[in-house]
């Protein structure tokens, strides 16, 4: 049945204030995890970070005290639900282990936007930035090994596999050439912009994540692959905001943020396995429900824009869903590793002229040995052989198997 949040009652937003103890919640028991669970808490703690980061930002550039108030009063929920949602992770998951669950967010809901994606060029935005968090797993899980003697598919519950993508090495550009078109507001398939403000979120996450979180470890090798990987996500914010059409005014991108987080508790509340964890996206909804209300009224007052103009009639048939996606990652692996992006389109490597910056780029970085190869160097010298999960067999790039497993 389809679901229309504007004919819902939800919660009203004054009703959503928590006690501080609701705020402290029961983690979730880090051995005992659906891996799934984790990546729906990973994601949805991104996508209240951002609604609170925009609604700053919102109230920075309004001189309507009404607006600010009320953007006040809901950022202020939107603090406590980010409380009680990242306060699931228990503190027993180490940061690299939470990592770990980060990048395989960022593979499982990268393949599933691309898989629905309607728009080619936004999906080919979505393949492009996988192969390279694809990557980042890989390199993460060889830390994992190297540092703690640990084996990331106790993490992943081998529902990701775990080996190259496009090396992080090589995933250094300039600057200039993460830039892309953006969609049109007008005429965007309204699935691709829950889609696109999605990744926006969960990409920022990430990137704030390693900003932060690098300079805890005392491994050099660790604090140098957090860094290059972050340099990496910078990249990848930068090319995912680019999609977004900045003709949206500030009351209309609201609106949109809270619907999108309505989509995604309702998404999140489909397929928890967690009854208790079930319960609480099932009360998010409600509350989001509430906050979208406001968001309407106000751009109906200030714009006189009925929200039922630009936002579709219902929700999505199908919720956003963590599943396994290892034939897509496959499938482009083996037709886009060798893809690079020049300006604003993406051609083959092959194709990008001896005095392209991309090159430019890759020797200014290219002096010293990348972290991201040390760290399997590393592996390798200590065990022989690097960490792989390969569930489905063989590497599809046959530049990519693995050098010792193909001696043997
Ligand atoms: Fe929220
Ligand atoms: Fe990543
Ligand atoms: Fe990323
Ligand atoms: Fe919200």
Known sequence: MAFDPLDQPG??????????????????DKLDVDPYTRSRVILMNGIEVE????????????????????????RRIEQQQQK????????????????????????????????????????????????EDFDHLYRYANLYDLIDGKDAATLTGHLTEIMPGRPTMVEHRHPFDDVRP????????????????????????????????????????????YSEIAMIEE???????????????????????????????????????????????EQ?????????????????????????????VSLPEVPLTFQENKAYVRQVLESQIDLRTDGTRYVALSELPDDHRYFQTQALYGTDRAPSEQVIDMV???????????????????????PVAAER
């Not at 550039?61 to 600010?68: F, G, P, Q, V, Y």
């Not at 967010?105 to 080619?120: F, G, I, K, Q, Y």
């Not at 010298?381 to 693995?402: C, F």
Request: with cysteine; hydrophobic share 40%.
């Open 11 to 28: 919660i009203a937003v004054p009703d959503q204030f928590r006690s501080l103890a609701d705020l402290n919640p029961q983690p979730y």
């Open 84 to 131: 009680v949602v990242n306060g699931l992770n228990p503190g027993d998951q180490t940061p690299l282990e939470t990592t770990i669950g980060y990048e395989q967010v960022a593979v499982d809901l990268t393949s599933w936007l691309a898989r629905n994606e309607p728009d080619p060029q936004l999906r080919q935005a979505l393949d492009f930035a996988l192969l």
């Open 284 to 312: 998010h909804c409600e509350m989001e429900i509430g906050q979208l209300q406001v968001a309407i009224q106000f751009l109906e007052r200030f714009e006189g824009v009925d929200a039922r103009e630009i936002l579709p």
């Open 235 to 281: 990249q990848h914010v930068t090319q995912y905001e680019s999609l977004l059409d900045p003709l949206d005014s500030w009351l209309r991108t609201w609106v949109f943020h809270e619907y999108s987080e309505v989509y995604l508790y309702w998404s999140m509340s489909q397929q928890e396995t967690d009854p208790r964890i079930k319960a609480l996206w």
């Open 182 to 225: 953006h969609f049109d507001t007008h005429t965007v398939d309204p699935l691709s912009r829950l889609h696109v403000m999605t990744i926006v979120a969960a990409e920022q996450q990430t990137m704030n994540y390693y900003m932060n979180h690098s300079a805890e470890f005392m491994e050099p090798v660790a604090r140098g692959l």
């Open 380 to 402: 390798r010298e200590r065990s022989g052989r690097e960490y792989r999960d390969q569930t489905e067999g063989e590497h599809p790039v046959v530049d990519l198997r693995d």
């Open 51 to 74: 609604s609170i980061i925009f609604s700053h930002q919102f109230a920075r550039h309004t001189d309507n005290l009404e607006i600010k108030q009320a953007l006040a009063l809901s």
